[in-house]
């Protein structure tokens, strides 16, 4: 077929100024930073998928910035100052994607996020519960509001749960519709004269003397320069980064009259996430049961993780329903032993923003914009 091309083709569908390799919420948000500043610098994104296939579109939608619990491992890990920086970052990070894309458009509802703990967990709870006071000091300036995190125990048996002795409320957490939020980003990108080019897999570059060249399914690809925004699967192209993949199983019911449960929910620790959607139940997470067979960049779901979700749902979230799943699916998030993404120049004219570590709803778009200023500043 690429033998097939048109004169015309290759002239304006082969080569840009810059390409963009994977059309997540990074490379898009990317591709969009440069056309808002610059109008004259030709950007060509391509896509490997029909529709992006990591986590963009396969993700739960939550707009958080920290449990209790996750903060207290990150600040043991990054000290307060680090740990501040992070929640800036994330808070920072979703007002940015709400200004520029509007709240209906991403479907942006403020229902709060909950932390909840079993009586199995009641020194992890009594932790956490001592240290909302600390991080609600240590976050009032960023979020301008005193007491985001407080203990909202009368909804345990409002939300209908079984077993659930403590329940941590985050006032601000939100949730949106990430597949809408990437339709809104597709649509922001066309209007500014980024091309998508899909079922385009990037299988191989290399640096001519005066640009670089793509090798792709399509054909050959020429631009000046290339930014990788390939998260988990940047390893296929960039070998050297520390990045680890890391499968995320998600499960969503059938519909449930009356449902009780409203808002986003954190369960041991983060390796369990679930929320409303419509009037159905979402419930992702189970990693941390076997996290050398998930940690791959394979998609797919294993009997002990969809065991597991199914108990957790029956036992503890929706113990008086009677439901179906009704659909399964997984994403690949990409991680690494910093909190942090990694936005560099690899080698000239070549770069990457990559690593999200399971947060890009909240750090995804400013990660693109910085990425994008990176390629801006190198021209
Ligand atoms: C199950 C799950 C639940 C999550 N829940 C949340 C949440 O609630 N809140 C939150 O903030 N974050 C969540 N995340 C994380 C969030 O989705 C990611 O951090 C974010 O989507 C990463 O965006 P990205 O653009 O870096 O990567 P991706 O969205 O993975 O985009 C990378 C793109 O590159 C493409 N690609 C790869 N290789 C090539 C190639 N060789 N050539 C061309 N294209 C290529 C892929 O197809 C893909 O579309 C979740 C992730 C998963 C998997």
Redesign the pocket.
């Known amino acids: 077929m690429t033998n097939n091309l048109s004169y015309w083709e290759k002239k304006h569908f082969f080569k840009a100024d810059v390409i963009i390799?994977?059309?997540?919420?990074?490379?898009?948000?990317a591709a969009i930073a440069i056309k808002e500043k610059n109008q004259k610098i030709d950007v060509i994104v391509?896509?490997?998928?029909f529709?992006?296939?990591?986590?963009?579109?396969?993700?739960?939608?939550?707009?958080?910035f920290g449990s209790v619990s996750e903060l207290i491992e990150q600040e043991k890990l990054s000290g307060t100052d680090g740990l501040y920086q992070l929640i800036e970052r994330r808070w920072r990070g979703l007002l940015k994607l709400r200004n520029l894309l509007g709240d209906d458009n991403i479907n942006y509802q403020n229902y709060g996020g909950y932390e909840l703990f079993e009586a199995k967990q009641k020194d992890l709870a009594i932790e956490c519960v001592s240290k909302m006071s600390h991080f609600n000091s240590l976050i009032e300036d960023i979020v301008n509001q005193k007491n985001t995190y407080g203990l909202s125990n009368p909804k345990i048996k409002e939300f209908g749960f079984n077993g659930v002795e403590e329940l941590i409320e985050c006032s601000l957490e939100a949730?949106i519709d990430?597949a809408k939020m990437m339709k809104a980003l597709f649509s922001k990108a066309g209007s500014l004269g980024i091309q998508v080019l899909n079922n385009?897999?990037?299988?191989k570059f290399s640096s001519a003397e005066t640009h670089i060249v793509l090798e792709?399914n399509q054909g050959n690809f020429h631009c000046n320069q290339v930014l990788?925004?390939?998260?988990?699967?940047?390893g296929?192209?960039l070998p050297d980064l520390p990045v680890v993949p890391?499968?995320?199983?998600?499960v969503v019911t059938s519909p449930i009259k009356n449902l009780k449960v409203k808002g986003?929910f954190h369960y041991d620790k983060g390796y369990y996430?679930f929320?409303n959607i419509d009037d159905r139940i979402l419930l992702?997470?189970g990693r941390n049961l076997d996290f050398k067979t998930e940690e791959t960049t394979e998609f797919g779901k294993t009997e002990l993780v969809q065991k597991t979700l199914i108990k957790l749902l029956k036992e503890v979230i929706i113990p008086d329903e009677d439901f179906k799943i009704e659909h399964q699916?997984?994403?690949?998030?990409?991680f690494g032993p910093q909190l942090t993404?990694i936005i560099e120049e690899v080698k000239p004219n070549v770069f990457c923003?990559?690593?999200?570590?399971?947060?890009?709803?909240?750090?995804?778009s400013q990660?693109?914009q910085e990425a994008g200023e990176m390629i801006l500043n190198s021209l």
């Open positions: 390799v994977g059309a997540g919420i990074v490379g898009l948000n391509l896509e490997r998928g529709l992006p296939s990591g986590a963009s579109t396969k993700n739960a939608g939550f707009a958080c949730q990430p385009c897999k990037v299988e792709t990788f925004t390939t998260n988990a699967f940047v296929e192209l890391g499968r995320g199983q998600v986003t996430y929320r992702g997470g699916w997984s994403g690949i998030m990409a993404p923003a990559v690593r999200c570590n399971g947060m890009g709803i909240a750090i995804g990660t693109g």
